[in-house]
């Protein structure tokens, strides 16, 4: 059965710190890992990852694949209020719309 | 225009009323989704539309019913709904069967109660 676990459950941090968010996964025929930021409604999309080893950037938010280990992380660097949310890992199969996603990492990021 | 639009963002519901959540994109996304999420739990999917036709529906209670007018709506009918049904209603789309290039775009749901 295709599973996605992400840890830690909860992280609370100070502005400025650096947080590593991390996505696990046993799926067959892997064709993507997506990350998602949730605060009060819509998952906003912020990166989806193919290819084992490449990095994905953007600003403050950079993540990276490694589909040998079967993971994922999320880095944010010097965390702003703003990031406070929940952040979804979610998996794509192969053939397949479906999104399968892990229960989430709630961040909260307190002045 | 790079939304996925979702009305109404509200809806408070009797058990016996019947309602509609509609959805809009207008990216030419080919392939649509509604996701039910309930509160602290990730998202699940409902229905899958590609090309206008229903191409996945996860075992979805027949008090839902799903309908695809155009490439650009999705609507979803209720009917007969239960307390239990109390949920954020979220459409997606995506590029084609296999969401590529950017992923899934969400709309910013329909949170409806119950009651």
């Known amino acids: 059965e295709d599973k996605v676990v992400q840890s830690p459950l909860s992280l609370v941090v100070h502005e400025g710190d650096t947080v590593t968010l991390n996505c696990s996964y046993e799926v067959t025929n892997f064709r993507s890992l997506l990350w998602y930021k949730q605060e009060k409604k819509a998952p906003t999309f912020l990166f989806m990852l193919t290819s084992s080893g490449i990095e994905k950037k953007s600003g403050r938010l950079s993540s990276i694949l490694d589909k040998k280990e079967l993971f994922s992380i999320l880095n944010i660097t010097a965390t702003q209020t703003g990031d406070s949310a929940v952040y979804l890992c979610?998996?794509?199969?192969?053939?397949?719309?479906?999104?399968?996603f892990g229960t989430g990492t709630r961040l909260q990021v307190f002045p | 225009d790079t939304e996925v639009t979702q009305t109404p963002k509200h809806l408070v519901m009797g058990m016996t009323n019947k309602k509609s959540l509609k959805c809009e994109q207008h990216?030419?996304?080919?392939?649509m989704y509604w996701y039910k999420q309930k509160a602290k739990k990730p998202p699940e999917l409902m229905f899958v539309y590609s090309y206008e036709k229903l191409s996945i529906n996860e075992s979805v209670p027949s008090r839902f019913s799903p309908e695809c007018p155009n490439s650009s709506l999705l609507n979803l009918h209720l009917h007969a709904l239960q307390p239990e049904d109390s949920a954020l209603y979220l459409c997606a789309s995506s590029q084609d069967q296999t969401g590529r290039v950017d992923g899934y775009t969400f709309g910013s749901g329909t949170r409806l109660t119950v009651v």
């Open positions: 979610a998996l794509m199969r192969s053939g397949t719309d479906k999104l399968i």
């Open positions: 990216m030419g996304h080919r392939a």
